[in-house]
């Protein structure tokens, strides 16, 4: 192959490259204002009312797409209302799919968090929220497990991992044995707090649990002995898919078993979309045409520019001379 030729294949190369690259960043690109959106509802519509139970979980309904929460009967709840370690935690019955399955599950929320340190409210305190399950079904990282953590920072912007919330579901890599239809049970419920304080850049957690709930007897100390030895969660309780005549509850069966399929709108929101879309696109646009089209067009615009131009005059000749003639000439 010629040294032209192998010019031809390197820019095709460079071009196959640079549209992978676009399409790559462009998906990147498109998650990000999705993303945007979903955050700039919960700002608006949900991060105000952690404490109200419906409204905040009718929100987790419209930004993780869950197909519903069941009102009641709670699954769990304890609440502590007085003294310096108050909080409140509720487990409920909830439900998601992929285009393929359906899962039942439960939610963990913790709310009502207010926490005196020698008289003081904290503010904002970090909630962990810990699970130590029957069965090493959870998967942390590359790794099979039996705990798994949850962390809840108020201070910072919604994240789908930033929600005083911890899901379970019936699936692999949750609460499924793998290779099997054994469901994990949840032995021990742990929740710990840090007032923001760091060392070595890392939140500093209060090494006494705000509180524990727990099948088997507790015997460390609990903050404002907020603790719970009888806890006992029944798998049946929250698997409810098989109680319905289909896949999903129809409107009788979402009445009788008290379940809340209620989303909020976020097409208010979609402009974000467009708009960050738009900016990448007009970008996108630019740097292709710089880097592929401008050389071309200039020399085209050069090329026609040269064509339209008069030729330029050429120096002038003198057609007569005078001779001066020499001596004896």
């Known amino acids: 192959m010629d040294e032209k030729g192998d010019d031809t294949m390197l820019k095709w190369v460079l071009r196959i490259i640079y549209v992978i690259v676009i399409s790559v960043l462009s998906l990147q690109i498109y998650h990000f204002a999705y993303f945007s959106k979903l955050q700039a509802y919960y700002e608006e519509h949900i991060a105000d009312r952690m404490d109200d139970d419906e409204a905040y979980l009718i929100g987790m309904n419209t930004l993780m797409g869950l197909n519903y929460f069941r009102q009641s009967p709670l699954l769990y709840v304890y609440e502590q209302d007085s003294g310096d370690y108050q909080l409140r935690v509720s487990i409920r019955a909830v439900s998601a799919s992929t285009e393929t399955e359906h899962f039942d599950g439960f939610v963990v929320f913790v709310n009502h968090v207010r926490i005196y340190e ?14 130590e399950l029957s069965e090493a079904t959870l998967t942390v990282g590359d790794e099979q497990t039996n705990t798994g953590s949850v962390f809840f920072d108020p201070g910072q912007p919604f994240a789908f991992y930033n929600v005083p919330l911890l ?25 710990s707090y840090s007032n923001g304080e760091r060392e070595d850049n890392a939140l500093v957690f209060n090494p006494v649990p705000l509180f524990i709930a727990s099948r088997f007897e507790i ?80 020399e085209t615009v050069r090329a026609k520019r040269y064509q339209k131009e008069p030729p330029k005059p050429k120096s002038s000749q003198t057609l007569f001379h005078d001779h001066e003639e020499k001596d004896g000439k």
Do not use: C, Q
């Not at 020698?118 to 699970?131: A, E, H, K, S, Y």
């Not at 699936?171 to 742990?190: G, Q, R």
């Not at 708009?275 to 646009?285: A, G, K, P, S």
């Open 118 to 131: 020698d008289g003081v409210l904290v503010d904002n305190p970090v909630l962990r929220i810990t699970v």
């Open 167 to 191: 899901f379970l579901f019936d699936s692999d890599n949750y609460l499924k044995v793998p290779d099997s239809d054994v469901i994990a049970v949840l032995n021990t419920l742990e929740i």
């Open 219 to 298: 015997n460390e100390a609990v903050l404002g002995n907020n603790k719970d030895a009888d806890f006992d969660l029944d798998v049946d309780l929250y698997r409810l898919h098989g109680l319905f005549a289909d896949d999903m509850p129809d409107e009788s069966e979402i009445i009788f078993y008290d379940l809340v399929t209620d989303r909020g709108d976020l097409s208010p929101y979609n402009h974000l979309v467009w708009r960050t879309m738009l900016i990448y696109i007009v970008i996108v646009l630019t740097l292709t045409y710089l880097l592929f089209f401008h050389k071309n067009v200039m």
